[in-house]
């Protein structure tokens, strides 16, 4: 065994024992392994979502998209409807567009903005380009 390795031992262990997971968390990470099922017929583990959220093929940036996406931590909706927020920061909550209260699946797959259809087209092109079936 390389000190490296026993380091790393070391570290998840002290990770899993210190770590309660947020409720928000807990919540994606299920909404995921539905989605997944419901698309693939796969049926994930917790594990493999996260594995799969760190993937080294994913540029650092979209990895830190994907982490902050799943543990719902991105300052949008619900968030700024705290109450130690003026009535114009609590504004921020809703979307421009569409007047609803704002969530990453919202700004992803159901706003109505144009934008968006410019994005998913291009991502359908690139996921075709290498050949995967899109969906």
Not at 73 to 96: A, V
Not at 100 to 115: K, Y
């Amino acid at each position: 065994m390389t000190q490296s390795l026993a380091y790393k031992g070391i570290q998840q262990t002290k990770l899993k024992s210190n770590l309660t997971q947020r409720r928000s968390t807990t919540q994606r990470i299920n909404q995921f392994k539905i989605e997944v099922e419901d698309a693939t017929g796969k049926n994930l583990n917790e594990d493999q979502i996260w594995k799969a959220i760190h993937h080294k093929d994913f540029s650092r940036e979209t990895r830190y998209f994907l982490w902050m996406t799943t543990h719902d931590t991105y300052h949008i909706g619900k968030y700024w409807l705290k109450g130690n927020f003026r009535e114009e920061i609590q504004s921020r909550s809703e979307c421009t567009h569409c007047g609803v209260v704002e969530s990453m699946d919202h700004i992803l797959t159901q706003c109505e903005s144009p934008g968006q259809k410019v994005i998913w087209d291009l991502a359908e092109r690139l996921w075709e380009k290498n050949n995967l079936g899109w969906r």
